[in-house]
């Protein structure tokens, strides 16, 4: 089945630890590729999209990700997190063509002071 | 730019009761999205319109839920009669123009409590 699997559920880290986060989906086709972040209280909003191009993205806050098409992953990196950084994080598959956007089940995010 | 507003933030109904959500999309923002969350997992589609036409509501239940969205703006999403496994966030967000690609500009949400 197509899916979007975010293989961690739940991730705690000390501050300046260094985070990866995986992503894989199982669309074939072209896909465009996002992480989405949620901080407690707020809504969702896009961290950083992959559409073309160099597969090696940065997003905002020092976040970046890489995706790897023969892997059929996006997995999202930081080298040094920090407290605010606490959220949940949710990987998203759109692939192109198609309407909606798919997202996985998302990886809560815990940095200790 | 304002950002899409959705009401009730939060709303607590007893099963078999009816509630409805309201969303104002981001001004120009042709394509809007219903989406359910449930507590621990991702958001699902549940109905797209672009404009004020439906794009795809295959995975609305449509027993119960019914949404819509007149003169390409506002758009409301209605349960009746709720039941229990209907508690979630129910997301609203909107794209910018027709297409398929681009992110997503999602609200706040509608926490529902079904009782």
């Known amino acids: 089945a197509q899916s979007v699997s975010q293989h961690n559920h739940h991730v705690i880290l000390s501050e300046a630890a260094s985070l990866e986060l995986g992503c894989n989906y199982s669309?074939?086709?072209?896909?465009?590729l996002f992480w989405y972040v949620q901080y407690p209280g707020q809504h969702l909003q896009l961290l950083l999209k992959?559409?073309?191009?160099?597969?090696l993205v940065k997003g905002i806050k020092g976040f970046e990700a890489e995706f790897i098409k023969s892997k059929f992953s996006f997995n999202l990196r930081k080298p040094s997190v920090q407290w605010s950084d606490t959220a949940e994080y949710f990987c998203?598959?759109?692939?192109?063509?198609?309407?909606?956007?798919?997202f996985g089940a998302g990886t809560r995010l815990t940095v200790k002071p | 730019e304002a950002g899409v507003a959705q009401s009730p933030r939060y709303k607590i109904i007893e099963k078999r009761q009816s509630v409805a959500f309201w969303c104002n999309p981001i001004s120009g923002h042709a394509t809007l999205y219903w989406y359910q969350q449930i507590l621990g997992q991702g958001p699902k589609l549940l109905i797209q319109f672009q404009n004020n036409g439906v794009v795809d509501d295959s995975q609305l239940p449509k027993d119960r839920f019914s949404a819509e969205r007149l003169k390409g703006v506002d758009s409301t999403l209605k349960i009746q009669p709720a039941k229990l496994e209907d508690s979630a966030v129910y997301l609203c967000a909107c794209r910018v123009g027709h297409t398929n690609t681009g992110e997503l500009f999602f609200g706040e949400g509608s926490r529902l409590t079904v009782l």
């Open positions: 669309y074939g086709g072209t896909v465009n």
């Open positions: 998203a598959v759109n692939v192109v063509g198609n309407n909606d956007m798919r």
């Open positions: 992959y559409f073309s191009g160099d597969p």
